[in-house]
Protein backbone atom coordinates (compact mmCIF):
# COMPACT_ATOMS: atom_id res chain seq x y z
CA UNK A 1 0.00 0.00 0.00
CA UNK A 2 0.96 3.77 0.30
CA UNK A 3 4.17 4.84 2.48
CA UNK A 4 3.89 7.16 5.18
CA UNK A 5 4.74 10.21 3.26
CA UNK A 6 1.74 9.72 0.22
CA UNK A 7 -0.15 9.20 3.64
CA UNK A 8 0.47 12.27 5.03
CA UNK A 9 -0.06 14.10 1.60
CA UNK A 10 -3.22 12.38 0.92
CA UNK A 11 -4.32 12.92 4.46
CA UNK A 12 -3.76 17.08 4.13
CA UNK A 13 -5.72 16.81 0.97
CA UNK A 14 -9.70 18.30 1.28
CA UNK A 15 -12.34 15.10 1.05
CA UNK A 16 -15.15 16.53 -1.33
CA UNK A 17 -18.77 16.15 -0.08
CA UNK A 18 -20.59 16.73 -3.53
CA UNK A 19 -21.90 13.81 -5.55
CA UNK A 20 -22.36 15.08 -8.69
CA UNK A 21 -21.06 14.79 -12.39
CA UNK A 22 -21.10 16.55 -15.63
CA UNK A 23 -24.90 16.21 -16.09
CA UNK A 24 -25.73 17.47 -13.46
CA UNK A 25 -25.49 20.93 -14.25
CA UNK A 26 -26.10 23.03 -10.91
CA UNK A 27 -24.75 20.42 -8.77
CA UNK A 28 -21.48 20.12 -10.80
CA UNK A 29 -20.67 23.69 -10.33
CA UNK A 30 -20.48 23.15 -6.45
CA UNK A 31 -18.58 19.60 -6.91
CA UNK A 32 -15.59 21.55 -9.41
CA UNK A 33 -15.63 24.52 -6.37
CA UNK A 34 -14.56 21.61 -4.19
CA UNK A 35 -12.21 19.88 -6.61
CA UNK A 36 -10.58 23.17 -7.64
CA UNK A 37 -10.70 23.88 -3.35
CA UNK A 38 -8.88 20.24 -2.92
CA UNK A 39 -6.58 20.90 -6.05
CA UNK A 40 -4.93 24.24 -4.59
CA UNK A 41 -4.68 22.65 -1.09
CA UNK A 42 -2.82 19.96 -2.86
CA UNK A 43 -0.31 22.09 -4.90
CA UNK A 44 0.27 24.43 -1.56
CA UNK A 45 0.84 21.73 0.32
CA UNK A 46 3.60 20.23 -3.04
CA UNK A 47 4.79 23.88 -2.65
CA UNK A 48 5.75 23.72 0.64
CA UNK A 49 7.26 20.41 0.97
CA UNK A 50 9.59 21.36 -2.13
CA UNK A 51 7.58 18.67 -4.29
CA UNK A 52 5.81 21.07 -7.09
CA UNK A 53 5.48 18.47 -9.80
CA UNK A 54 2.92 19.83 -11.85
CA UNK A 55 0.66 22.49 -13.55
CA UNK A 56 -3.31 21.71 -14.82
CA UNK A 57 -5.27 23.57 -16.82
CA UNK A 58 -8.88 23.10 -17.48
CA UNK A 59 -11.55 23.68 -19.67
CA UNK A 60 -14.25 25.60 -18.99
CA UNK A 61 -17.02 22.67 -18.34
CA UNK A 62 -13.89 21.38 -16.04
CA UNK A 63 -14.29 17.53 -18.21
CA UNK A 64 -10.99 17.76 -19.26
CA UNK A 65 -7.81 18.66 -18.39
CA UNK A 66 -4.46 19.53 -19.37
CA UNK A 67 -1.93 18.70 -17.35
CA UNK A 68 2.29 19.10 -17.52
CA UNK A 69 4.08 17.39 -14.65
CA UNK A 70 7.73 19.25 -14.19
CA UNK A 71 8.93 15.33 -14.65
CA UNK A 72 7.67 14.34 -18.71
CA UNK A 73 7.72 18.31 -19.17
CA UNK A 74 7.85 17.64 -23.05
CA UNK A 75 4.93 15.27 -22.63
CA UNK A 76 1.37 16.41 -22.63
CA UNK A 77 -0.75 14.58 -19.87
CA UNK A 78 -4.64 14.73 -20.27
CA UNK A 79 -7.75 13.69 -17.70
CA UNK A 80 -10.92 12.53 -18.50
CA UNK A 81 -14.00 13.02 -16.47
CA UNK A 82 -16.29 10.50 -17.57
CA UNK A 83 -20.14 11.31 -17.35
CA UNK A 84 -20.37 9.12 -14.50
CA UNK A 85 -18.46 10.40 -12.19
CA UNK A 86 -17.60 10.50 -10.10
CA UNK A 87 -18.21 6.85 -9.90
CA UNK A 88 -16.37 6.45 -12.35
CA UNK A 89 -12.93 7.07 -11.99
CA UNK A 90 -11.12 9.81 -14.13
CA UNK A 91 -8.85 8.47 -17.03
CA UNK A 92 -5.38 9.87 -17.68
CA UNK A 93 -3.76 9.87 -20.76
CA UNK A 94 -0.14 10.32 -21.89
CA UNK A 95 -0.14 9.60 -25.41
CA UNK A 96 3.16 10.19 -26.29
CA UNK A 97 4.18 6.91 -24.07
CA UNK A 98 1.89 4.78 -25.67
CA UNK A 99 3.42 1.59 -26.40
CA UNK A 100 6.42 2.45 -24.58
CA UNK A 101 5.65 0.37 -21.33
CA UNK A 102 3.17 -2.74 -19.84
CA UNK A 103 1.62 -0.75 -17.72
CA UNK A 104 -0.44 1.70 -20.03
CA UNK A 105 -3.81 0.97 -21.97
CA UNK A 106 -4.30 2.28 -26.14
CA UNK A 107 -4.26 5.80 -26.69
CA UNK A 108 -1.34 6.04 -23.94
CA UNK A 109 -4.39 5.46 -20.59
CA UNK A 110 -2.30 4.81 -18.07
CA UNK A 111 -3.19 1.49 -15.66
CA UNK A 112 -4.69 2.15 -12.78
CA UNK A 113 -7.23 -0.32 -13.06
CA UNK A 114 -5.39 -2.56 -9.86
CA UNK A 115 -4.44 -0.46 -7.24
CA UNK A 116 -6.33 2.70 -7.61
CA UNK A 117 -9.58 2.51 -9.11
CA UNK A 118 -10.43 0.07 -6.28
CA UNK A 119 -9.43 2.65 -3.98
CA UNK A 120 -11.17 5.16 -5.84
CA UNK A 121 -14.73 3.18 -5.65
CA UNK A 122 -14.27 3.04 -1.96
CA UNK A 123 -14.13 6.52 -1.45
CA UNK A 124 -16.70 7.77 -3.70
CA UNK A 125 -17.31 11.27 -3.16
CA UNK A 126 -14.46 11.51 -1.28
CA UNK A 127 -12.18 11.33 -3.95
CA UNK A 128 -11.27 14.10 -6.85
CA UNK A 129 -8.60 15.06 -9.18
CA UNK A 130 -6.29 16.34 -5.73
CA UNK A 131 -6.44 12.48 -5.50
CA UNK A 132 -5.95 10.84 -8.25
CA UNK A 133 -2.74 12.99 -8.64
CA UNK A 134 -1.65 11.88 -5.40
CA UNK A 135 -2.68 8.37 -5.25
CA UNK A 136 -2.76 7.49 -8.85
CA UNK A 137 -0.39 9.63 -11.36
CA UNK A 138 2.36 10.60 -8.89
CA UNK A 139 3.07 7.22 -8.11
CA UNK A 140 2.60 5.71 -11.25
CA UNK A 141 5.30 8.27 -12.82
CA UNK A 142 7.67 7.08 -9.85
CA UNK A 143 7.42 3.45 -10.64
CA UNK A 144 7.30 4.08 -14.68
CA UNK A 145 9.91 7.14 -15.49
CA UNK A 146 12.97 6.01 -14.11
CA UNK A 147 12.35 2.30 -15.70
CA UNK A 148 12.14 3.88 -19.01
CA UNK A 149 14.67 5.96 -18.28
CA UNK A 150 16.78 3.24 -17.87
CA UNK A 151 15.73 1.44 -21.05
CA UNK A 152 16.42 4.20 -23.18
CA UNK A 153 12.67 4.94 -24.19
CA UNK A 154 13.07 8.27 -22.87
CA UNK A 155 15.31 11.14 -21.56
CA UNK A 156 15.94 12.69 -18.60
CA UNK A 157 14.86 15.83 -18.41
CA UNK A 158 18.62 17.13 -17.92
CA UNK A 159 19.83 15.49 -20.83
CA UNK A 160 16.99 16.69 -23.08
CA UNK A 161 18.84 20.19 -23.53
CA UNK A 162 16.85 23.15 -23.24
Same mark, same amino acid.
Given at each position: ???????????? +?????? &???????? *????????????? +????? &?????? &??????ESNKEGTR???????????????? +???????? !????????????????????? +????????? *???? &??????? !???? !??????????????LISKGLIT???????
Amino acid at each position: MADDATRRAVSE +IPLLKT &NSGPRDKE *LWVQRLREEYLAL +IKYVE &NNKTAD &NDWFRLESNKEGTRSDTQTLVLSRYQHFYF +IPVTYPST !APEVAIPELDGKTAKMYRGGK +ICLTDHFKP *LWAR &NVPKFGL !AHLM !ALGLGPWLAVEIPDLISKGLITHREQQGS
